[in-house]
C-alpha cells in the first residue's frame, strides 16, 4: 500500500474541514432561513441542533477516515465486520459528490460572475427592477454561465493538481483567511449603516412570538434541516480530511473547533445581511432571491456600493470555492484510492467530466425550461438539490450513525477508540444510548419530513 498523503499542519486540517463546511449553507441560506422564522429565536434552536445532530456525525465522518486512511469507499470495506455489505454505500457516496458538484459549480459560477460585473461596474448602479433583470438575463445566458462554472471547475481542479500539502491545504488556507478578514470588515461596515440598529435587534434579540407568527414547528425543522445539512455531512467529504490527519489530537476537540468556524461565519454573515436589509427596508426572509436580486440593489444605495459589492462577492466567492476545492480532494482521492489513477490522470478527466455534468443545470434555465420535476417554478437545479440534500445526505449519515454505533456495523467501540485517541476533549460515553437509538431516529424524521414537503407542493 502506497504511503497515505498527510496535511502538513493542525491549523491545514481545521482550516479545510471549515472550508468544506462553510458554503452557501452559511452565508446564503443561513439568513434567509433565519429572516423567514424570526431571527434570533431562530438562531438559538439552529445552535442546539448543530451540537444534538451536526457535531456527532462530523466525528464519525473524522472517525472513520483516519482509522481506515483510505476514502469512504474503501474505508467501510476496511472497518466493516467480514461478510458485511456497507461497503456498498462507497459509490454511492461519490456519486452523492458527483451530484453536489453538478450544481455547485453552477453556482459558484454565477458568484463569480456578479464579483466581476461588481468590480468593472457592470453591476454597480441596479435598482430592484433592473437586478432582477440581470439576473434573468444571465440565466437565460447559457454561453456566459458556462464559461464562469468553467472557470469555477479550472480553478477547483488546478489547486487540486497542485498536491495536498501545496496545493488544496495552502490554497485553502490563504482563501479561509481572507473570508474571515472580509467578513469582518463586511460586518462592520453593514451595522454602521443609518437604521442598522434594527436589524441587529432582530438577529441578536430572541422574540418568541415572530416565530410563533411563522409557525413554531416549521421553524424547529427548518433550524434542524440548516444545522444537519450545512456542514456537508453524510458524502465522505469530511471522513477523506479525517484520513489524512494523525493521532495526536481527539477527534471530538477539533470537530467542536471546526464547527465553531462554521458557524463563526454563519453568524457573522448575518451581521452583514440584517443590517444592510433593515437599513434600506428590505425584507431578510425574501428567499434564495436575496443574494442574487435583492443585495445587489442594496449595494447600489450605498455610499461605495461598488467596493462593498465588489469584497461581498469576493467573499462569497471564496466560500463558495473552499467548498468546491474539498470535494473535488474526495472525487480525486476515490479514483487514487480504489483505482490507482495518479493525482494527475484523476484531476484531468474528473475536470473535464464535471464540465459536461454541469450542462444540465445551466440548461435548465434555457433549453429545458419546461422541465419543472419538483411542480411549477422548479428547475433541474432544485432536482439536483433535492435529491443530494433530502436523499443522499440523510441517508448516508444514518448509515454512518449505524456503522458507527451497532455490533453490525464498525461498533461503538471501534469508533470511540478512535475518536479519543490523542490530546483534548473526549467524546461522551454517556451519549450512547442518544448515539445509537434517537440520533437516527432524528436524522430518518429529517428524511421523511424532506420527502412530504416536496410531495406536498406536487
Known amino acids: ?59 464519525m465522518e473524522f472517525a472513520i477516515g483516519r482509522a481506515s486512511r483510505r476514502n469512504i469507499s474503501v474505508a467501510l470495506r476496511t472497518l466493516e465486520p467480514e461478510g458485511k455489505k456497507w461497503h456498498w454505500y462507497g459509490p454511492v457516496a461519490i456519486a452523492g459528490n458527483y451530484l453536489l458538484m453538478m450544481y455547485y459549480t453552477v453556482v459558484t459560477g ?58 488544496v491545504e495552502k490554497a485553502s488556507k490563504i482563501m479561509m483567511a481572507c473570508l474571515l ?58 471522513e477523506i480530511f479525517g484520513s489524512y490527519i494523525g493521532k495526536e489530537q481527539s477527534l471530538t476537540g477539533e470537530s467542536v473547533r471546526i464547527i465553531s468556524l462554521d458557524t463563526f461565519v454563519a453568524l457573522f454573515s ?44 469576493l467573499f462569497m466567492a471564496f466560500a463558495a470555492m473552499t467548498t468546491l476545492i474539498a470535494v473535488f480532494e474526495n472525487i480525486i482521492s476515490y479514483w487514487m484510492d480504489s483505482h490507482g489513477w495518479t493525482r494527475r490522470k484523476a484531476v484531468l478527466i474528473n475536470m473535464f467530466l464535471l464540465m459536461i455534468l454541469a ?41 454512518l450513525v449505524l456503522f458507527c454505533s451497532h455490533a453490525f456495523g464498525w461498533g461503538w467501540k471501534g469508533f470511540k477508540t478512535e475518536a479519543d485517541e490523542g490530546k483534548g476533549l473526549k467524546f461522551p460515553s454517556w451519549l450512547r444510548i442518544y448515539v445509537k437509538w434517537i440520533l437516527p431516529l432524528v436524522i430518518l424524521v429529517l428524511f421523511i419530513k424532506g420527502y412530504g414537503d416536496i410531495f406536498s407542493k406536487l
Open 1 to 59: 500500500m502506497a504511503e497515505r498523503e498527510k496535511l502538513s499542519s493542525r491549523i491545514g486540517f481545521i482550516l479545510l474541514s471549515a472550508g468544506c463546511a462553510i458554503g452557501l449553507g452559511n452565508v446564503w441560506r443561513f439568513p434567509y432561513i433565519t429572516g423567514r422564522y424570526g431571527g434570533a429565536a431562530f438562531v438559538l434552536i439552529y445552535l442546539l441542533f448543530l451540537v444534538m445532530v451536526g457535531l456527532p456525525v462530523m466525528i
Open 110 to 167: 454565477w458568484l463569480l460572475y456578479y464579483f466581476a460585473s461588481m468590480l468593472t461596474g457592470k453591476a454597480s448602479s441596479l435598482d430592484s427592477q433592473s437586478s432582477e433583470a440581470f439576473f434573468s438575463s444571465l440565466l437565460g445566458s447559457t454561453g456566459i454561465q458556462y464559461l464562469f462554472t468553467i472557470i469555477a471547475i479550472v480553478i477547483g481542479f488546478m489547486i487540486c493538481l497542485g498536491g495536498l500539502q501545496k496545493g
Open 181 to 238: 478578514a472580509l467578513i469582518i470588515i463586511l460586518a462592520i461596515n453593514s451595522m454602521r449603516l443609518p437604521g442598522a440598529k434594527e436589524g441587529l435587534s432582530f438577529y441578536l434579540i430572541p422574540d418568541f412570538n415572530k416565530m410563533k407568527e411563522a409557525g413554531i414547528s416549521e421553524a424547529i425543522f427548518a433550524a434542524m434541516s440548516q444545522a444537519f445539512f450545512t456542514l456537508g455531512l453524510g458524502i465522505g467529504s469530511m
Open 270 to 313: 448575518g451581521l452583514i445581511i440584517f443590517p444592510a436589509c433593515f437599513s434600506f427596508s428590505i425584507n431578510p426572509g425574501s428567499g434564495p432571491s436575496l443574494l442574487f436580486i435583492t443585495l445587489p440593489s442594496v449595494f447600489s444605495s450605498m455610499d461605495g456600493g461598488r467596493i462593498w459589492g465588489t469584497l461581498f462577492f
Open 359 to 399: 450542462l444540465p443545470c445551466i440548461l435548465g434555465y434555457s433549453t429545458f425550461t419546461s422541465f419543472t420535476p419538483l411542480g411549477a417554478g422548479t428547475s433541474v437545479l432544485d432536482l439536483e438539490d433535492f435529491l443530494i440534500s433530502s436523499t443522499i445526505t440523510p441517508l448516508g449519515s444514518l448509515l
